[in-house]
């Protein structure tokens, strides 16, 4: 039994609703408009919020914004004796659990109560479960389960015991400060400070004094004395980012620093200590500096006693699921904008990016995304990664610095885009850094499915002219009449026997202008419409008095005709997609409403590559 909040302004309703939901065993607090019921619901632990529409003050669509706005798990029923489905669909796109018209029957409200409580109940469930996979995920601030970077946090643990110097390796974006930051926060000097330099931020006559701080007069501008960094992280940890653009005169000066402890300020006359732990990073190749002459190889030895190298996250691909829904996370909270996942397309999309720069490309892109969405679901069109075709590998083939060799290996293309002798020229995409990402030749479109059906009806049997969604329609239809029939027109019974809710009962018979029709009309009509579409044997099962599940058995039909269509086209998705009547983008949705990745390789004992 839950707790409820019931916003109702009309006295006798409300009160209606008070009893018949205690009757029912749940506890229910009363609101006489969306002002007082805001303040409860924001003041108050419910489980279930029950709300009208049309109130004074605010309206039940603020109420369930604002109450959303603090609590996104909350299931809220709306209300309204003024129904329409600009209504509904603004309501359910706001984050409503369900909507009913009035007037309803109390157990049709009910039925909707006891699954919006299921369904709290079990979002808490996983929040709490997502919860300690999340903890499991992270070390510090670091996200990633890869082995690359499970190696990474056995040597952050292991060097943070020492107080030896460290030096971290990676390329720019890979997060080297946070590999610092870790270490420092692991070790006994936690409590201290950790104080941060970027060398290649400074200009090389400043750099000294940032270091080493400066007496007043010891140079023009130097107005007064001032303390430097090295002597503010005495007895903490010192991080020296970009290590490499450091002048040979300073390395010098480092060495010594590092050597003795000592050091001196800019026009200081004494010597001064100072117990620094020293953690330094670049993203350059210190043993070709050093035979360039640019490097001295005794600071190079000094500094590199213990090494950590922080793995691009092209090389741990694996881990870019987890960190963009961390980042969706972070910045859903941030921008208050009630963006929960990213489609299975999107997450594909970001998979088989290159990643040229690294975790901080990948923050900027879910950010940038998260900012642009206004669903909330990131869909591909938000990435905005390039100017590049969907079909294409992202960020292939490695991209090449500008007048510069490649910047990686060499490697054939991806099964999953074959070469064909039938190809059209994609555009090349440009990326930020002066990267260019040509597209591959891709396989040149099928011609329109109503010019070809003839032949597809022999490689599809039992898929109508108009498509999938001409069957879908069909079937749904079929299956909505013979509910009714068998209900003898009572909407309540209808919605049991589909396993729907009453909201979508309707909508659903709306849609088959059967909303307004009572047993007796509905006996009398010609019921060539709604009889069963031809389908292969046993993919749709007949009416009888114990009901099914609808939806179920949609997705299962339209799962069959996905596969059968992905097997006609050798695998090629746009093909299928034409075989279906569909476009790739609505084809690519109906894989991801379907959880395609979830039966295909079952269903796909062959191992056929579906591109």
């Known amino acids: 039994m839950g707790k409820l909040l019931v916003i109702e302004d009309d006295f006798s309703l409300r009160e209606m609703l008070e009893l018949m939901l205690r009757s029912a065993g749940h506890s229910a607090v009363l609101a006489a408009d969306g002002l007082a019921g805001l303040e409860a619901g924001l003041t108050g632990d419910f489980d279930v919020v029950i709300s009208d529409i049309r109130m004074p003050g605010l309206t039940g669509l603020e109420v369930l914004k604002k109450l959303r706005a603090q609590n996104r798990n909350m299931p809220v029923i709306l209300m309204s004796a003024y129904a329409s489905p600009d209504t509904a669909v603004e309501a359910m796109r706001e984050g409503a659990y369900d909507f009913i018209p009035k007037p309803f029957k109390p157990q049709d409200l009910l039925t909707v109560v006891d699954s919006a409580l299921a369904h709290h109940n079990v979002e808490q469930e996983r929040q709490a479960l997502a919860d300690m996979v999340i903890t499991s995920q992270r070390f510090g601030r670091m996200v990633g389960t890869s082995p690359a970077m499970l190696h990474v946090y056995d040597l952050i643990k292991r060097a943070a015991q020492t107080s030896t110097s460290i030096l971290i390796t990676g390329e720019s974006g890979t997060g080297k400060e946070l590999v610092a930051k870790a270490v420092h926060e692991n070790s006994q000097r936690a409590e201290r400070e950790f104080v941060a330099i970027n060398c290649g931020g400074i200009p090389e006559n400043l750099v000294e004094s940032e270091l080493f701080g400066h007496k007043k007069g010891s140079f023009t501008g130097a107005s007064s004395d001032k303390r430097g960094l090295v002597a503010l992280a005495d007895g903490g940890t010192l991080f020296l980012d970009e290590l490499g653009e450091l002048s040979l005169p300073m390395q010098v000066k480092l060495l010594r620093l590092i050597q003795e402890k000592t050091f001196r300020q800019v026009g200081g006359e004494r010597e001064e200590t100072a117990d620094v732990r020293f953690i330094a990073a670049t993203n350059k190749n210190l043993e070709t500096e050093i035979m360039a002459g640019r490097f001295r190889e005794d600071l190079y030895y000094r500094l590199n006693v213990i090494n950590i190298h922080i793995p691009p996250l092209r090389e741990r691909a694996a881990d870019i699921p987890l960190l963009a829904h961390y980042f969706l996370e972070k910045y859903s909270k941030i921008q208050n904008k009630d963006v929960r996942k990213l489609s299975a397309y999107a997450l594909d999309i970001l998979s088989r990016y290159h990643f040229p720069g690294n975790v901080r490309e990948l923050e900027n892109i879910i950010e940038r995304s998260v900012a642009l969405e206004q669903s909330n679901i990131i869909l591909p069109e938000s990435l905005r990664l390039a100017d590049f075709r969907r079909e294409t590998p992202a960020g292939w083939p490695p991209p090449q610095e500008t007048g510069g060799p490649a910047a990686h290996p060499a490697a054939p293309p991806p099964a999953a885009y074959p070469a064909s002798s039938s190809t059209v020229s994609a555009p090349v995409g440009t990326f930020g850094g002066g990267y260019t990402i040509p597209a591959p030749a891709m396989p040149a479109p099928p011609p329109p499915v109503r010019e070809t059906y003839h032949h597809l009806a022999a490689v599809l049997p039992g898929l109508p002219p108009g498509g999938i969604d001409e069957l879908l329609s069909l079937l749904e239809g079929h299956y909505l009449?013979?509910?009714?029939?068998?209900?003898?027109?009572?909407?309540?019974?209808?919605?049991?026997?589909?396993?729907?809710?009453?909201?979508?009962?309707?909508?659903?018979?709306?849609?088959?202008?059967?909303?307004?029709?009572?047993?007796?009309?509905?006996?009398?009509?010609?019921?060539?419409?709604?009889?069963?579409?031809?389908?292969?044997y046993g993919l749709a099962p007949s009416f009888d008095e114990s009901g099914l599940n609808l939806s179920d058995i949609l997705i299962a039909v339209e799962r069959h005709f996905i596969y059968e269509a992905l097997e006609a086209s050798g695998g090629n998705k746009t093909e299928a997609a034409s075989l279906l009547g569909l476009s790739r983008r609505s084809f690519q949705h109906r894989l991801e409403r379907t959880n395609y990745d979830s039966w295909a390789e079952a269903a796909n004992p062959k191992g056929n590559s579906f591109s």
């Open 481 to 536: 009449y013979q509910a009714l029939i068998m209900a003898h027109g009572a909407r309540g019974r209808t919605a049991t026997l589909l396993a729907i809710s009453p909201w979508r009962l309707r909508t659903r018979l709306v849609a088959y202008e059967l909303a307004d029709l009572n047993y007796g009309q509905l006996t009398r009509l010609d019921t060539t419409r709604f009889h069963m579409p031809d389908l292969p």
